[in-house]
């Protein structure tokens, strides 16, 4: 096995003293794999933070293209997979937290419910991420009430985000399908509704 893929599976593994070894050894820090992924890539997936730091000092690069189509970065992995520590060493790094990778993601739109979820929106806005960055014409607001994400909705409103109209047509639009649908984003109307008044 050449030692990129050594590199990669020790990274991927956890096995912070192979990834040591190899590196002292001679492993590029970013070579891809005979699958196409760094070593970077797969100890963000597999969350392994103490990996991640060690890669980053060796200067694995922030920035890299990553996912099967390289349409991710290493921060729009850490997001989506809820991994605040990982998020805050990438952040660290220098990794941007402004929209990133072949589409153009917000790391704020990818954010995941939930207490992890809210604790990564206040890293990246601390960190300077823009509140009312667009994606695709829309702003993490208007994502967020598009989806139902109460909870999204009033962190973001209270972390200084424009309630817009086109925030309160989507959640109006999204919810008025069924009982169920009503229910689900009647907190994200009433949210959007009490700042704009």
Sequence with gaps: MDMANQLTRAAEDGDAAAVARLLDAGAEVDARNTGGCTALELAVEAGQVEIVRLLLAAGADPHQQTGEYNELTPLLQAVTRGHTALVGALLDAGAPSCAQGK?????????????????????????????????????PLEWAAA????????????????????????????????????????????ALRARRS
């Design 147 to 190: 989806r139902g994400q109460a909870q999204m909705v009033r962190q973001l409103l209270a972390r200084g985000a424009t309630s817009t109209a086109e925030a309160l047509n989507k959640a109006y639009a999204r919810g008025n399908g069924s009982p169920e649908g009503r229910a689900k984003y009647a907190p994200v109307i009433n």
């Design 103 to 139: 589409m153009g993601w917000l790391p704020l739109v990818v954010v995941p419910d939930g207490d992890q979820g809210r604790e990564i929106v206040d890293l990246l806005l601390d960190r300077g991420a823009d509140v009312n960055g667009l994606m695709k014409d829309w702003t």
